[in-house]
């Protein structure tokens, strides 16, 4: 039986994340029944990935450049096209 209520409250949570409107709907009601826990998860969150940003920027800067942004190829080979011999 608890199985059942599990799968169907991930059910209902998967139907309510696949669609922006639907999403923002249950922010918004959410945020009208709950606004000091729902506050207190955004500033968490905002944090929490702030932080990685972070973390992920200095740790590209100390490696010797920004790799995260940069591709790296190998030379290529020089053409001939067009080179009479």
């Known amino acids: 039986m608890t199985a059942v ?3 169907g409250v991930l059910a209902a949570a ?3 994340c696949a669609s922006p409107v639907r999403l923002a709907v249950a922010g918004a ?3 009208i029944a ?4 729902t506050f207190a998860v955004t500033a968490v969150a905002t ?3 702030t932080m990685a940003a972070v973390w992920m920027a200095y740790r590209s ?3 010797g450049g920004w790799w995260l942004i940069t591709v790296q190829r190998p030379a290529f080979a020089v053409s001939r096209a067009g080179v009479a011999s």
């Open 5 to 7: 209520v599990l799968l």
């Open 34 to 37: 709950h606004p000091v826990p």
């Open 47 to 49: 944090v929490a990935l």
């Open 14 to 16: 998967v139907w309510v």
């Open 61 to 63: 800067l100390g490696e």
């Open 29 to 31: 009601v959410l945020m």
